[in-house]
């Protein structure tokens, strides 16, 4: 399995190569043309143990556009314009995720950093809380069609919290955990509410800090 272009070291200008091999963090970066171009030791034990290292490189080679890796609209509309927008100022960019497993909540710190030369991106993403479902009081769902199936044939699943969206109270959001664990192939993804208006509608507002006094 090829985790890295050929030329991909000789571009890593403001960054060490064993920098990003020995790292925890999941890493993956991305050429000026948004094309994945190297996937980190960690990223590749991260997909593996979530049960999605067996076909994502076939399914996301090197040298695929990163658009076809993210799910739904708005998430192609909000990470494409960041990583343009980082390339294009030279500038850090951050923010938070969720991606969250059948029985654990996980939350994620995603730094973009563009590379001194102009090359392109390392995307680094930095688990914040790991937390057990029952921790944060959600209750589970069981996977029943009649509730979730709208009259298209497809299930709504949001691309951020990956819940379920109900048919006949769509304002409501369900977790199943069999979807989770394995999304159906009837699923469309969109983005809930709350996931929207939280990280993408009202992601550039800043936390006020406290003055010390």
Same mark, same amino acid.
């Given at each position: 399995m090829k985790r890295y272009n050929e030329d991909f070291r000789s571009k890593l200008i403001g960054i060490d190569f064993v920098t990003l091999e020995n790292s925890k963090n999941s890493i993956y970066a991305l050429s000026k043309e948004l094309n994945l171009i190297y996937f980190n030791p960690a990223f590749i034990h991260f997909a593996k143990?979530?049960?999605?290292?067996?076909?994502?490189f076939d399914k996301y080679p090197l040298g695929t556009?990163?658009?076809?890796?993210?799910?739904?609209?708005?998430?192609?509309? +909000?990470?494409?314009?960041n990583y343009e927008n980082s390339l294009a100022t030279g500038e850090h960019w951050q923010h938070e +995720?969720?991606?969250?497993?059948?029985?654990? +909540?996980?939350? +994620?710190?995603?730094?973009?950093y563009p590379l001194k030369n102009g090359e392109g991106l390392i995307i680094i993403n930095t688990l914040?809380?790991?937390?057990?479902?029952?921790?944060?009081?959600?209750?589970?769902?069981?996977?029943?069609?009649?509730?979730?199936?709208?009259?298209?044939g497809l299930i709504t699943q949001c691309s951020n919290c990956r819940h379920i969206q109900c048919v006949e109270q769509p304002e409501i959001w369900h977790w199943v955990p069999a979807w989770v664990e394995k999304t159906p192939c009837n699923a469309s993804h969109s983005i809930c509410?709350?996931?929207?208006?939280?990280?993408?509608?009202?992601?550039?507002i800043k936390y006020p800090t406290q003055k010390i006094s």
């Open positions: 143990e979530n049960d999605i290292g067996k076909n994502i556009p990163i658009i076809k890796a993210l799910r739904g609209e708005k998430i192609q509309e +909000f990470y494409i314009m +995720f969720e991606c969250s497993s059948r029985n654990e +909540f996980r939350l +994620f710190h995603q730094g973009c914040k809380v790991n937390l057990p479902m029952n921790r944060i009081d959600l209750k589970d769902y069981e996977a029943i069609n009649k509730r979730y199936v709208q009259s298209t509410p709350t996931c929207f208006d939280y990280h993408w509608k009202y992601s550039g």
